[in-house]
């Protein structure tokens, strides 16, 4: 084998384990601390990158004594220990999210997690930029190999973590690092080889007692960590979520899982088993029973008012989970079931190890149960229901694009509540459950968002007087809204009434009377100016749309350091909104430190138009990357589908286009190429949403195909980018490119937070035009660059 084959294949697979790693870690910060932790994985291995291209800028000449092979052998090599070490350190260092404000050791802790993600980090990103900087006249096919590699790391950790789990998955893929470091040197330096092979092995050594070495705890606040006498009797890791079921003994005693019942019950409580997702999202199995009366806790839950008014309804369930939606179908005598659930294995659990348990409810003859996400579900065929009911669908956890998101949901849109509406019968109800979580000062958050966006879906979808097509009501700290695509009838109304004075039920919203209580509902339906309003309400509780689909995020950027709990009865920890604008800050102290340093290294020499170029490609790159991954989600029905094939795509698409970009560049200027990716994110934000909505209906397999032909061309193009930068550096005897690779990893992180920023104010049609800016200004910049 070549030695120039030996390094493309060694950077190829380092590339998959480093990237793969890096998803393996959010969701192991999801399981532990919060899904939107996954910044900090994010902003840290950018930031670490960045640094890692500043050493080898300082320290150039000291490492250009070295032997390139043996240094690169070693920073392949200890960058393994060094993620398990950090590994250890994030896992022994628990602290709750939610009250990491309330004490001097949580932010102590904190700080700790995140100083130990910067080692290893630094240590690949310097690896990588060496290997690209000391052998350049292959760079084109080195920068392919870091790319494509990267994009088959997508894709490999779904598998790893779906038959492994977090834990393992991240092991494995350490152990992997001095693996492929004694393989690279082996035949240079046996006895590094050897000490390398004797690394991986410790390493692979420590899955066998990994949850006892690296402990995966519930932090303080998650609901895992709510009752004594967790016995679990079912657990599986996937890609998706960590899922555990337990009996909760305790809690049997208590209403927990039983969400928003009268407090006017007093009958026995069911057993129950707990379904939990990455330690804090909650459902519920009921233990199937035949015993008379066993099942009359059903009529005192305030979610199923809605089948006083249906006979025989034909139901859809949105997050079916442990089944109580589906068997409280079955009780009422509906006559045909869907039920859709997104996670893999709650779907598993119902139909094999916990069907007994639940009496079956999945596999009930009236029942058809699928793995699938419910808005793509209800959108990709033409069946119509007396009854849509979603209650509480939401899982406050990450999925793998948890490093480039907060909680985007496309259940909860103006676009999605216009199809549930089209996807109604007549006189069908659409019914969601949804918490009530006031603030301190007694504004409505969840519950004024989710009635906004009711009240103007049912404006979109042309209906007038939408305010008389609305019931809305609480039970404790859960709300159900019961809505129609015509006007609740005196009847129905009054019907709704009386259920609700039996059980001691609260009125929020009511079509024919004022609730004083509930003054903000009444104001927001009589305002004629709507959008003054809502810029005038504490909160944003603007209605969603698929183009901002950010309900959970419902601080104003002017109260964003309130850190005001987004549950009654919670602290007041980071959540995801804070941690966006404490990254945002430490973006900016980076820049103006990278900018002093810049000056520092290059004095005289300096190049703005190479700090410009690859900040602006490194900019553009990932808010491509995020948008995509964010524009896909409902195409390809599946939130991993579209992180997996948006990555993998633009990753190896890019590759492809370094491989060729030397031949390329003779006959194409690499500046057109990149003005040719803005004209392509210009026609995306035009035309993309309805292209896509044409397709929606074709089979899943096809829609991966079509989604990867429209990420080829745009990915390609930008492979060229960086490859070029460095043949024009090295032939203008530029020694910065350590500097320039500090500049393209600050902009990437900051790309990745502003692109959430920018999509909740304005949409991820806003966010296109700017990656479409940035490679404008990447063309120009390129025609400056390596010139003094």
Excluded at 289 to 305: D, H, Q, T
Excluded at 340 to 352: K, L, Q, R, S, T
Excluded at 466 to 489: C, D, H, Q, W, Y
Aim: hydrophobic share 50%; charged share 15%.
């Amino acid at each position: 084998m070549s030695s120039s084959l030996k390094r493309i294949l060694a950077l190829g697979f380092f590339s998959l384990a480093l990237l793969a790693a890096e998803i393996a870690l959010t969701r192991i910060f999801s399981v532990v601390f919060w899904y939107h932790f996954g910044f900090l994985i994010l902003s840290t291995s950018m930031l670490g990158f960045g640094v890692g291209g500043l050493l080898i800028r300082v320290f150039k000449n000291q490492i250009d004594k070295l032997d390139p092979d043996n240094l690169v052998s070693v920073g392949i090599g200890i960058s393994g220990p060094l993620l398990i070490a950090a590994l250890w350190i994030i896992t022994h260092n628990h602290f709750s999210p939610l009250f990491v404000q309330q004490s001097v050791a949580g932010l102590m802790k904190l700080v700790v997690v995140t100083l130990a993600l910067v080692p290893p980090f630094v240590v690949m990103g310097a690896t990588v930029l060496y290997m690209l900087q000391r052998w350049q006249d292959e760079v084109g096919k080195l920068y392919a190999a870091n790319l494509i590699g990267s994009g088959l790391g997508c894709l490999i950790v779904l598998f790893l973590m779906d038959a492994f789990g977090g834990l393992l998955s991240y092991l494995l893929l350490a152990t992997i690092m001095p693996a492929i470091s004694a393989a690279y040197i082996f035949a240079k330096n046996k006895r590094s080889a050897i000490v390398f092979m004797v690394i991986a092995l410790a390493i692979f050594g420590t899955l066998v007692k990994a949850e006892a070495i690296f402990p995966i705890d519930s932090p303080e606040g998650k609901v895992a960590a709510w009752g004594d006498q967790f016995d679990k009797i079912y657990s599986d890791w996937t890609s998706l979520s960590k899922v555990d079921i337990g009996l909760q003994k305790k809690l049997n005693d208590q209403r927990v899982g039983l969400w928003g019942m009268s407090p006017k019950f007093t009958g026995k409580l069911p057993e129950r088993a707990s379904v939990v997702i990455d330690y804090w999202a909650y459902t519920t199995i009921i233990k199937g029973n035949s015993a008379p009366g066993y099942y009359e806790f059903y009529n005192w839950l305030p979610m199923y008012i809605t089948y006083k008014l249906l006979d025989k309804p034909k139901a859809l369930i949105i997050g079916a989970g442990g089944g109580m939606d589906v068997r409280a179908a079955v009780l009422n005598g509906a006559s045909y079931i869907d039920a859709v659930e997104i996670n893999p294995a709650i779907v598993y659990a119902m139909e094999n190890d916990m069907a007994d348990y639940s009496g079956n409810i999945y596999k009930h003859p009236k029942v058809n149960a699928h793995l699938a996400e419910g808005r793509r579900f209800v959108e990709s065929n033409n069946d119509k229901y007396d009854l849509i009911q979603l209650s509480g669908v939401d899982t406050y956890s990450a999925t793998q694009a948890g490093a480039f998101a907060l909680s985007e949901n496309f259940l909860y849109t103006k676009e999605a509540m216009v199809s549930y509406l089209d996807h109604l019968n007549d006189n069908g109800v659409l019914t969601l459950t949804r918490w009530y979580s006031p603030s301190v000062k007694g504004y409505p958050r969840f519950s004024m968002r989710l009635f906004t966006l009711a009240l103007d879906s049912l404006t979109d979808a042309g209906i007038q007087n939408p305010e008389k097509n609305i019931i809305f009501f609480r039970s404790g700290f859960f709300t159900v809204i019961l809505i129609k695509a015509e006007p609740f009838t005196a009847a129905e109304i009054k019907a709704v009434e009386d259920e609700m004075a039996l059980r001691g039920y609260e009125f929020l919203y009511s079509p024919d009377r004022y609730i004083s209580s509930a003054s903000h509902f009444y104001s927001y339906v009589k305002t004629a100016d709507r959008a003054s309003w809502l810029d005038r309400y504490p909160f944003n509780v603007t209605p969603p749309t698929d183009d901002s689909p950010f309900f959970f995020e419902h601080r104003k950027m002017s109260n964003i350091w309130e850190f005001q709990a987004f549950l009654t009865g919670f602290g007041s920890g980071l959540d995801g909104q804070t941690i966006l604008a404490i990254t945002m800050i430490e973006m900016v102290l980076a820049s103006i430190l990278l900018l002093i340093i810049s000056f520092a290294i290059q004095r005289s020499k300096s190049n703005v138009f190479g700090w410009l170029y690859f900040a602006a490609i490194g900019f553009g790159f990932m808010l491509v990357e995020v948008t995509f991954s964010q524009r896909l989600v409902l195409f390809l029905g599946h939130p991993a589908y579209a992180l997996s094939v948006v990555m993998f795509s633009i990753l190896v698409f890019s590759g492809i286009g370094s491989m060729f970009s030397e031949k390329l560049s003779q006959k194409i200027p690499v500046g057109w190429m990149l003005i040719a990716v803005s004209a392509i994110m210009l026609c995306w934000a035009i035309f993309g949403t309805p292209m896509l909505k044409l397709m929606i209906g074709l089979p899943t397999v096809v829609r991966i195909v079509i989604a990867i032909i429209l990420l080829a061309p745009p990915a390609f193009f930008m492979g060229t980018a960086f490859p070029e930068a460095v043949r024009r550096l090295a032939k203008s005897n530029d020694q910065n490119l350590g500097v320039y690779w500090a500049w393209n990893g600050v902009a990437s992180v900051t790309a990745s937070v502003l692109a959430v920023i920018v999509a909740m104010s304005y949409g991820f049609s806003a966010v296109m035009i700017l990656a479409l800016i940035s490679y404008v200004v990447a063309a120009l910049a390129l025609s400056r660059l390596g010139k003094n």
